[in-house]
């Protein structure tokens, strides 16, 4: 599956990126470590890491990750895409650097810091996760503008 681009980023990518942020922020050290069973699985395409969810097997359409909405007001969704897919997106954006999928193990990037900076002061104002946006050209710059 290819990956989501950080601007079609919906509720269910930013939210698993405040998860990841609070596993790193209460972790000693700056590796956080997922807990697999607060991540939506989709055993048929994540099989070693739904072992996890003692022998769970199902997977309805509906779990699938929401993207972001459309100036009409329509979420598109991707039936088959679970967090473990959107780490993978957030990685691929950038945000986070997976250390060890088996064990868990994560690490926010300096852009990471940065997005999930406005990610909560966004959520501190009253926004919910399906309305952040964040300007895919600050990804990647120094904090001078560079």
Not at 73 to 89: I, M, N, R
Not at 105 to 132: Q, S
Request: net charge positive; with cysteine.
């Amino acid at each position: 599956m290819k990956t989501v681009p950080i601007s079609r980023f919906g509720k269910d990518h930013w939210s698993l990126l405040a998860y990841v942020e609070t596993c790193c922020v209460d972790s000693v050290g700056n590796t956080g470590r997922l807990d697999p069973l607060r991540m939506r699985c989709n055993p048929k395409r994540h099989p070693m890491m739904a072992v996890a969810r003692f022998g769970e097997r199902r997977w309805e359409p509906t779990y699938g990750t929401r993207l972001r909405m459309t100036r009409t007001g329509k979420v598109s969704q991707l039936k088959t895409h679970d967090d473990w897919d959107c780490l993978d997106d957030l990685e691929a954006a950038g945000l986070v650097e997976v250390l060890s999928l088996i064990n868990g193990f994560v690490h926010m990037t300096e852009d990471g810091l940065k997005v999930a900076h406005a990610l909560r002061e966004h959520k501190a104002k009253g926004g919910v996760f399906a309305t952040f946006r964040w300007p895919v050209q600050h990804i990647g710059q120094s904090a001078g503008g560079a």
